[in-house]
């Protein structure tokens, strides 16, 4: 079966660091591309960061660009997202989608085939 699942979320001050985690099985992921995405309460799900396998390319959403960084473990089939200098608006609940048909539109939800069930990230003082 299918399953990715997201670890590393927690409570973090402003201006810290948290790393999630993707593993993925019951597929290899580099034959797709790996998203994250994010919803806080009462928001749509947004587009933070994609890592297309195929093109070698990643993508960031404007709001995150320069603090985070996605990455992947081809070995551990695995995949990262390093969150620095954290801020309050950067809580949410944090969700790693694979898509095996991503098109140009990195940050569409409907484009992915396969989703987490999501961790939290609280930033607060």
């Known amino acids: 079966q299918v399953q990715l699942v997201e670890s590393g979320g927690g409570l973090v001050q402003p201006g810290g660091s948290l790393r999630l985690s993707c593993a993925a099985s019951?597929?290899?992921?580099?034959?797709?591309?790996i998203g994250w995405f994010r919803q806080a309460p009462g928001k749509e799900r947004e587009g933070v960061a994609c890592f297309s396998s195929s093109e070698l390319s990643t993508y960031y959403a404007d709001s995150v660009k320069g603090r985070f960084t996605i990455s992947r473990d081809n070995a551990k089939n695995t995949a990262y997202l390093q969150m620095n200098s954290l801020k309050p608006e950067d809580t949410a609940v944090y969700y790693c989608?694979?898509?095996?048909?991503?098109?140009?539109?990195?940050?569409?939800?409907?484009?992915?085939?396969?989703w987490g069930h999501g961790t939290q990230v609280t930033v607060s003082s």
């Open positions: 989608a694979a898509a095996w048909d991503l098109g140009s539109t990195w940050n569409t939800a409907a484009k992915y085939n396969y």
């Open positions: 019951g597929f290899d992921s580099d034959d797709y591309a």
